[in-house]
């Protein structure tokens, strides 16, 4: 494993989700302020994982054929125009378009970086890689929604970001080496994986599991906070609070010991685990009255659910022989597509007063997709 290699992985992926963890207290009230519905913010958070579909499948290609450097360095610079662009804007149609930019550019990275990963890490190491990958995310989280939280103007945080973003190109462009060696590839390494090929591939399990946790944690994110504004009267600032004490144990979690569960127990049990405890967070959410108890259930569903993806991601590397991009990039198209279709499903479900059934339905739908889907996935484990 390559220490110096991820180390500086570790950093641009930091600086990313910090920057994106900036915005999140300010999205929905942002989009609220321009005459935004609650079903409307909920295409607002989809259009940007609507582009993420579309287009993170072959930016993995193309990371395959051209390398993962010059593929990460397009996705940095193009989101910092992109998130400015947000900021800038004072109409509903022109947010759509500049979250769907984003969505385009943001494509580019996370899939990629998950990939440069595989190539400087054994297998033995996968999760552990991985692991470090989810703890920067987590870590940006962590420091991104308490500092965006107490920004007062809500168009702020997307300037921040997107300034956060061109740092981390010129970061990246210095620093980061390319991790491919294009020209020793074999032919059989420039695959391509299509939505279609996607169904009826051996691990379509795996991409599914992407699909419904980012379905579900994505419909979470929508409603929680009209929830919190509409039931108990708090706001952006309580909303990065909560985020922040949530990020915390995450970041540990997937930072120091996720790649020693993976080894010891296995990425289908930790898989089961996630989904499960996802769920347990779901059907608690709606019962408390104060904001630290709201904290530790919405931790327990986040923990959960960040638990799935550096163990799912880690889980198809090891099984992908050639074009690690073009796999990671279909699995990131499985969690967009998700988040595609989470936020207005849960949006449409929404008011006040059926936050409860809201929860518990998404809950349910955790729960059935585990069972569904424990016989395949142990199938992939054997």
């Known amino acids: 494993m390559k220490k110096s290699a991820l180390t500086l992985l570790f950093l641009t992926m930091f600086l990313v989700m910090f920057g994106l963890g900036v915005i999140i207290p300010h999205l929905a009230y942002y989009a609220e302020e321009l005459g935004a519905s609650a079903v409307q913010i909920g295409f607002l958070m989809s259009i940007y994982s609507a582009m993420k579909l579309i287009f993170a499948p072959m930016w993995g290609h193309l990371s395959d054929q051209y390398g993962r450097r010059p593929t990460i360095l397009i996705g940095l610079i193009g989101n910092a125009g992109a998130l400015a662009l947000f900021g800038a804007v004072k109409s509903l149609p022109w947010l759509f378009i500049a979250r769907g930019l984003s969505g385009v550019f943001s494509a580019a990275i996370l899939p990629t970086v998950m990939a440069y990963v595989a190539d400087v890490t054994t297998e033995e190491d996968r999760g552990k890689g991985m692991g470090l990958m989810g703890a920067a995310m987590g870590l940006g989280f962590i420091v991104g929604p308490g500092i965006g939280g107490i920004m007062g103007n809500h168009s702020l945080p997307f300037f921040v970001a997107g300034g956060l973003s061109l740092a981390t190109f010129c970061f990246a ?210």
């Not at 499960?276 to 986040?302: D, E, Q």
């Not at 690690?324 to 989470?342: E, H, N, Y």
Request: with cysteine; proline share 7%.
């Open 173 to 382: 462009l210095l620093l980061l080496p390319e991790s491919l060696k294009i020209t020793e590839l074999p032919d059989t390494q420039q695959v391509t994986i299509s939505p279609w090929s996607a169904m009826n591939h051996p691990l379509t399990p795996l991409f599914l599991v992407a699909f419904f946790s980012a379905f579900i944690f994505s419909g979470l994110e929508t409603i929680l906070p009209l929830s919190i504004k509409d039931r108990l009267n708090y706001g952006a600032k309580e909303l990065g609070m909560m985020l922040v004490i949530m990020g915390t144990p995450v970041a540990l979690l997937q930072g120091s010991v996720l790649g020693k569960l993976i080894n010891v127990f296995g990425e289908f049990k930790l898989i089961i685990i996630g989904l499960l405890l996802n769920a347990v967070g779901l059907v608690l959410l709606p019962w408390p009255k104060t904001l630290a108890m709201l904290t530790l259930y919405l931790s327990i569903a986040g923990i959960g659910n960040q638990i799935i993806r550096p163990t799912n991601t880690a889980w198809i590397s090891k099984q992908t022989k050639f074009g690690q991009g073009a796999t990671i990039g279909m699995m990131d198209a499985f969690l967009s597509l998700g988040r595609v279709l989470g936020p207005p499903f849960a949006g449409k479900l929404y008011t006040p007063e059926t936050f409860q059934i809201t929860c518990w339905i998404l809950a349910d739908i955790l729960v059935v997709v585990s069972v569904c889907l424990f016989y395949p996935l142990r199938r992939i484990g054997r």
